[in-house]
């Protein structure tokens, strides 16, 4: 069986930070790429300036909304006009409750959506519910043989 891949877009540090933890705690064989908007990651997927696009393509992108220079809305519609990238599952993770950001998203073909909480001291759930929602749907698809992608 191959490694997962998995692509995180996120532009807040602690975040990632945050998301590489919980994902250690699987202990099951993956590999991570980071990008920190939506422009780096379409270069990252794409190719550009002479690098070779991203191989092999990731089975899973976690994608934040609010990001500087293209946010993840406007990445995941970019996304999903490229038929080879239409496979790939899209996980939203983001501090954005807003009605019509879910209803475009799922619109987009999203597999969940997370809402990430805000204030790090406040909310002392907020590594429980990152590490719930690596464990059972980043997990489940880790898990996953014999349906990798050609």
Not at 13 to 37: C, G, M, W
Not at 93 to 118: C, F, H, N, V, W
């Amino acid at each position: 069986m191959k490694n997962k891949v998995i692509l995180l877009i996120e532009d807040d540090r602690l975040d990632v930070i945050s998301v590489e933890r919980s994902l250690r705690k699987l202990d099951l064989p993956y590999e991570l790429h980071t990008a920190f908007n939506g422009i780096e990651a379409l270069d990252m997927l794409r190719g550009k300036e002479g690098r070779p696009p991203m191989a092999p393509l990731p089975d899973i992108i976690l994608l934040d909304i609010n990001m500087p220079r293209m946010n993840g809305i406007e990445f995941l519609k970019i996304l999903r006009t490229y038929p080879l990238f239409k496979p790939i599952k899209v996980f939203i993770m983001t501090t954005s409750g807003d009605q019509p950001d879910r209803i475009e998203t799922e619109r987009l073909g999203i597999a969940g959506y997370l809402i990430k909480p805000l204030n790090y001291t406040a909310n002392t759930k907020r590594i429980d519910s990152m590490d719930g929602f690596v464990q059972f749907h980043i997990g489940k698809i880790l898990r996953e043989e014999g349906n990798e992608r050609p």
